[in-house]
């Protein structure tokens, strides 16, 4: 079983950063591909970025390309969001995941509980 958990969400202003972090349990981790995905309300859940197991490959959303950069740190069972140029329809909950491949699609094999990130105009 692993348990992922999100933090570094919060209320920020349009053109601010802010970097959100997933921490994974169990030995693990650096066998697996690691994501962050938003859902904005009334919305259905939407990729924003992805990173292979070993952090050699990372995709990217068109609508978050060259703002967010995902990365991770194997040793500390972390995985990480920097987002900068944030924009009012950034707003979503964030949520990391788990997965045997870097895909965009929603196939992963755990989910964290998420964290709100609002970004006022």
């Known amino acids: 079983q692993v348990q992922l958990v999100e933090s570094g969400g919060g209320l920020v202003q349009a053109g601010d950063s802010l970097r959100l972090s997933c921490a994974a349990s169990?030995?693990?981790?650096?066998?697996?591909?690691m994501a962050w995905f938003r859902q904005a309300p009334g919305k259905e859940r939407e990729f924003v970025a992805t990173?292979?197991?070993?952090?050699?490959?990372?995709y990217y959303a068109d609508s978050v390309k060259g703002r967010f950069t995902i990365s991770r740190d194997n040793a500390k069972n972390t995985v990480y969001l920097q987002m900068n140029s944030l924009k009012p329809e950034d707003t979503s909950v964030y949520y990391c995941?788990?997965?045997?491949?870097?895909?965009?699609?929603?196939?992963?094999?755990?989910w964290g509980q998420g964290t709100q990130v609002t970004v006022s105009s």
């Open positions: 990173i292979s197991s070993s952090g050699g490959s990372t």
């Open positions: 169990g030995r693990t981790f650096s066998r697996y591909a």
């Open positions: 995941a788990l997965g045997l491949s870097a895909t965009r699609t929603m196939n992963y094999l755990y």
